[in-house]
């Protein structure tokens, strides 16, 4: 290996050549193991036409016997659809194990995203090679940003038959890791996880059965953080038994939508939080103001005038004393 311009770690190159397209094999490291139909026909049809303009990566690998490709796996696979004999490629020494994932990261960083489970499932293998689950050194070494190893290592924490889920080739198929990385904080909650009813994986099919059946209590991936808040609203008021009746009957019928999570008092109290806040920043801030600074503000105060109407209104409704 050597090091580039910028300290990042690039194979040896030896040489750019062609070679046989039959020559080449994938590579079973590939973070990019997702090819959709429609990007993958327009790709073909293009090489169908000029051919291949940018050379694949690609090493010889001895135990193989063949040419292990590092970067243009959609490239070689339209070559072959459309009959080329052979592609142009730029060879270069063959990786270790973590060399050759951190390579295929480094490639097609700035390039399009690729599905994160597939993309997961390899920084697994590297976590697994190094003994490093540190985020920000996942990052730096792969060239991913630090969010999408968060992300990532969220999607490694689900159960093997739901990784799978995001992993079918037919897109229309396929679960977006979107779902599951929402889902997570709800599966993660500590209170979710003490409810003697909760039982981890029954909860996730139970979720996703709910999601992708319509009407059936959840109308979007975002709906996971709704049922987060509730649940958290319900812990500061003290309404645990509560939460747990209903987020238990939420899960089993269907016809529930997560309104049903709702309790009033939580939300009054949150509600209630919210506003002390930022009643003390507002006291604070005109305690701290000079009145004949702010002389001319008018639109400041005819706004401060309607607080303080609005605020005796409200007093008054509640039945307190307005002094």
Same mark, same amino acid.
């Given at each position: 290996?050597?090091?580039?311009?910028?300290?990042?770690?690039?194979p040896k190159t030896i040489g750019v050549k062609t070679i046989p397209t039959n020559d080449l094999i994938p590579n079973p490291h590939?973070?990019?193991?997702?090819?959709?139909?429609?990007?993958?026909?327009?790709?073909?049809?293009?090489?169908?036409?000029?051919?291949?303009?940018?050379?694949?990566?690609?090493?010889?690998?001895?135990?193989? =016997?063949?040419? %292990?490709? &590092?970067?243009?796996?959609?490239?070689?696979?339209?070559?072959?659809? %459309?009959?080329?004999?052979?592609?142009?490629?730029?060879? %270069? +020494?063959?990786?270790?194990?973590?060399?050759?994932?951190?390579?295929?990261?480094?490639?097609?960083?700035?390039?399009?995203?690729?599905?994160?489970?597939?993309?997961?499932?390899?920084?697994?293998?590297?976590?697994?090679?190094?003994?490093?689950?540190?985020?920000?050194?996942?990052?730096?070494?792969?060239?991913?940003?630090?969010?999408?190893?968060? =992300?990532?290592?969220?999607?490694?924490?689900?159960?093997?038959?739901?990784?799978?889920?995001?992993?079918?080739?037919?897109?229309?198929?396929?679960?977006?890791?979107?779902?599951?990385?929402?889902?997570?904080?709800?599966?993660?909650?500590?209170?979710?996880?003490?409810?003697?009813?909760?039982?981890?994986?029954?909860?996730?099919?139970?979720? &996703?059965?709910?999601?992708?059946?319509?009407?059936?209590?959840?109308?979007?991936?975002?709906?996971?953080?709704?049922?987060?808040?509730?649940?958290?609203?319900?812990?500061? +008021?003290?309404?645990?038994?509560?939460?747990?009746?209903? &987020?238990?009957?939420?899960?089993?019928?269907?016809?529930?939508?997560?309104?049903?999570?709702?309790?009033?008092?939580?939300?009054?109290?949150?509600?209630?939080?919210?506003?002390?806040?930022?009643?003390?920043?507002?006291?604070?801030?005109?305690?701290?103001?000079?009145?004949?600074?702010?002389?001319?503000?008018?639109?400041?105060?005819?706004?401060?005038?309607?607080?303080?109407? &609005?605020?005796?209104?409200?007093?008054?409704?509640?039945?307190?004393?307005?002094?």
């Amino acid at each position: 290996m050597s090091t580039d311009n910028n300290g990042t770690l690039v194979p040896k190159t030896i040489g750019v050549k062609t070679i046989p397209t039959n020559d080449l094999i994938p590579n079973p490291h590939n973070p990019r193991m997702l090819f959709d139909k429609e990007p993958m026909k327009v790709l073909e049809e293009s090489i169908g036409k000029v051919g291949i303009l940018v050379p694949l990566t690609v090493f010889w690998s001895d135990s193989k =016997r063949a040419y %292990v490709i &590092l970067d243009g796996q959609r490239r070689w696979t339209c070559a072959q659809k %459309v009959g080329l004999g052979t592609v142009p490629v730029n060879e %270069v +020494a063959e990786p270790t194990l973590v060399q050759n994932i951190v390579t295929m990261f480094q490639i097609h960083k700035l390039r399009e995203d690729w599905e994160l489970m597939p993309t997961a499932l390899k920084l697994e293998v590297l976590m697994g090679e190094l003994k490093e689950t540190n985020e920000k050194k996942l990052a730096a070494l792969t060239g991913l940003d630090q969010a999408v190893v968060v =992300r990532c290592k969220k999607l490694l924490s689900f159960p093997k038959k739901h990784q799978n889920l995001m992993l079918d080739p037919d897109p229309q198929q396929r679960v977006k890791a979107d779902f599951f990385i929402e889902l997570h904080a709800v599966v993660t909650d500590r209170l979710v996880n003490d409810m003697e009813w909760f039982k981890r994986n029954k909860f996730i099919q139970r979720m &996703l059965e709910k999601y992708q059946t319509k009407g059936a209590g959840i109308k979007s991936v975002t709906d996971f953080r709704v049922i987060k808040q509730h649940i958290s609203n319900a812990r500061r +008021a003290n309404r645990v038994a509560t939460i747990t009746k209903r &987020l238990h009957e939420f899960v089993q019928d269907d016809s529930l939508g997560i309104d049903h999570l709702e309790i009033k008092s939580a939300a009054v109290h949150e509600t209630v939080k919210r506003m002390r806040k930022a009643i003390e920043y507002l006291t604070r801030t005109l305690n701290e103001i000079e009145t004949e600074d702010y002389y001319g503000e008018e639109k400041l105060w005819n706004e401060l005038e309607g607080l303080a109407s &609005l605020t005796k209104k409200k007093i008054l409704e509640a039945g307190r004393r307005f002094k």
